[in-house]
């Protein structure tokens, strides 16, 4: 079964730094492109960074220069590493991987950052 797994999430300060991880299934890893969003309350889910199967990394306008999207070919895993964190970046941050025959989705991890 292909399966996403997010950790990670937790309560930080603003201006703090949080890394999150996420374990991808090994029989689409080599070959998704892997990213990440995030959906605040209220609000709809939006992109923050993708990494393609070739390490190639986008990212939107409102995490550029805050956030850092690497993966660990060896442990199937994808990391995002936010720095300067901000109350409006709270959400529950998805994993999300791009194959050819759709979308496929983690559970989120919460992120919440206190002012």
């Known amino acids: 079964q292909v399966q996403l797994v997010e950790s990670g999430g937790g309560l930080v300060q603003a201006g703090g730094s949080l890394r999150l991880s996420c374990a991808v299934s090994?029989?689409?890893?080599?070959?998704?492109?892997m990213g990440w969003y995030r959906q605040a309350p209220g609000k709809q889910r939006e992109w923050v960074a993708t990494?393609?199967?070739?390490?190639?990394?986008n990212y939107a306008d409102s995490m550029k220069g805050r956030c850092t999207i690497s993966k660990d070919n060896a442990k199937n895993t994808v990391y995002v590493h936010m720095n300067r964190l901000k109350p409006e970046d709270t959400a529950v941050y998805y994993c999300?991987?791009?194959?050819?025959?759709?979308?496929?989705w983690g559970k989120g991890t919460l992120v919440t950052v206190s002012s």
């Open positions: 990494i393609t199967s070739g390490g190639s990394t």
């Open positions: 999300n991987a791009k194959i050819l025959i759709g979308n496929i």
């Open positions: 090994k029989s689409i890893f080599s070959s998704a492109v």
